[in-house]
């Protein structure tokens, strides 16, 4: 019985360890576009970010893999996961999306 504990908690800590690398990878990625946006430097924010993120995300695979690819596989669907997550947080309200108010509409 100890054995299956053993291969739950290994399996729960590689698609959690997915899920933070993806939080990390597309949480950035998120608050670059938000920072480089605004920046008179975009493509350095742009670049230097994915460079940083990428390797983070390639270290963490490789550490948590370690050559076994259930690991591996399980690293994975935590990782996207953490998109499916990271894109409902950072949503748009409806209340952005929505013109203002004081404008005459666009057809009168």
């Known amino acids: 019985m100890a054995d299956a504990a053993t291969w739950a908690t290994t399996w729960a800590a590689a698609v959690l360890a997915g899920a933070a690398l993806g939080a990390v990878f ?17 493509a350095r924010w742009f670049v230097g970010s994915l460079v940083l993120r990428t390797a ?10 370690a050559g076994q690819p259930v690991r591996l596989g399980l690293c994975l669907l935590g990782f996207l996961l953490a998109r499916a997550i990271v894109l409902l947080v950072t949503r748009p309200r409806l209340a952005a999306l929505a013109p203002p108010a004081s404008r005459a509409p666009p057809c009168a």
């Open 26 to 42: 597309f949480g950035g990625l998120w608050w670059t576009v938000r920072r480089g946006a605004a920046s008179k430097t975009a």
């Open 56 to 65: 983070i995300v390639l270290a963490g695979f490789f550490l948590v893999g």
